[in-house]
């Protein structure tokens, strides 16, 4: 998706009544058998115009209730599960009504290899996983989030990049469905395989 230069914001304010000219209109239409009409009834629907920077700010706040919304109830799940709070949003400079939130990070064991580190989001937007950070190409916007967590590997110094040993993308999994996000998510903390297939006939 490409920001349009054009691209402006607004908050739209609810039309307001205005205050009657008299207390009791039905009373004036009785004692006098007419109505006035001079008055509109509503107030003209008002504009405010917000910068990029105010709509980046109500997207992140956004972003991160429902990160810790979501943190809440992993770690309600079961005593044995536990995912550390790891919370911080970033709304795109030039479309800032779309962002993502970092929730948590962990590591987990797969058969027949060492443990796979990886982060889970959520993105108030759809997209494919792109090569580098933010890792976000083919944008698409709309009534809809994303829920996805990408194995990730220290590259040189002190950077990180996706783990492509697994998935070509480096997703463990990706959808729009927060219940089914939240149980490949507690898949991946639980412990044990007792646990596991308790989670899995959820």
Same mark, same amino acid.
């Given at each position: 998706?490409?920001?349009?230069?054009?691209?402006?914001?607004?908050?739209?304010?609810?039309?307001?009544?205005?205050?009657?000219?008299?207390?009791?209109?039905?009373?004036?239409?009785?004692?006098?058998?007419?109505?006035?009409?001079?008055?509109?009834?509503?107030?003209?629907?008002?504009?405010?115009?917000?910068?990029?920077?105010?709509?980046?700010?109500?997207?992140?706040?956004?972003?991160?209730?429902?990160?810790?919304?979501?943190?809440?109830?992993?770690?309600? /799940?079961? #005593?044995? &599960? !536990?995912?550390?709070? $790891?919370?911080?949003?970033? *709304?795109?400079?030039?479309?800032?009504?779309? +962002?993502?939130?970092?929730?948590?990070?962990?590591?987990?064991?797969?058969?027949?290899?060492?443990?796979?580190?990886?982060?889970?989001?959520?993105?108030?937007?759809?997209?494919?996983?792109?090569?580098?950070?933010? /890792?976000? #190409?083919? &944008? !698409?916007?709309?009534? $809809?989030?994303?829920?996805? *967590?990408?194995?990730?590997?220290?590259?040189? +110094?002190?950077?990180?990049?996706?783990?492509?040993?697994?998935?070509?993308?480096?997703?463990?999994?990706?959808?729009?469905?927060?219940?089914?996000?939240?149980?490949?998510?507690?898949?991946?903390?639980?412990?044990?395989?007792?646990?596991?297939?308790?989670?899995?006939?959820?």
């Amino acid at each position: 998706m490409q920001a349009s230069a054009k691209r402006r914001y607004y908050q739209n304010q609810a039309p307001r009544r205005l205050s009657a000219t008299s207390a009791a209109p039905h009373s004036e239409f009785l004692r006098t058998g007419r109505i006035d009409r001079t008055a509109p009834t509503w107030d003209r629907e008002t504009k405010r115009y917000l910068s990029f920077e105010e709509v980046a700010e109500r997207t992140n706040r956004k972003l991160v209730r429902a990160g810790e919304r979501t943190h809440e109830r992993l770690n309600a /799940f079961h #005593e044995a &599960i !536990r995912f550390p709070k $790891v919370i911080f949003s970033r *709304a795109f400079e030039e479309i800032p009504h779309l +962002g993502y939130c970092h929730v948590t990070t962990a590591s987990t064991r797969f058969a027949q290899r060492g443990p796979v580190h990886w982060s889970f989001y959520i993105a108030n937007f759809s997209s494919d996983i792109s090569e580098s950070y933010p /890792f976000f #190409e083919n &944008i !698409r916007s709309g009534n $809809v989030r994303m829920y996805f *967590a990408v194995a990730y590997e220290k590259a040189a +110094g002190d950077t990180l990049r996706i783990d492509r040993s697994m998935r070509k993308d480096g997703l463990l999994f990706r959808t729009a469905n927060p219940r089914e996000a939240m149980k490949n998510l507690l898949l991946l903390g639980a412990p044990s395989q007792s646990l596991r297939t308790m989670i899995k006939k959820l």
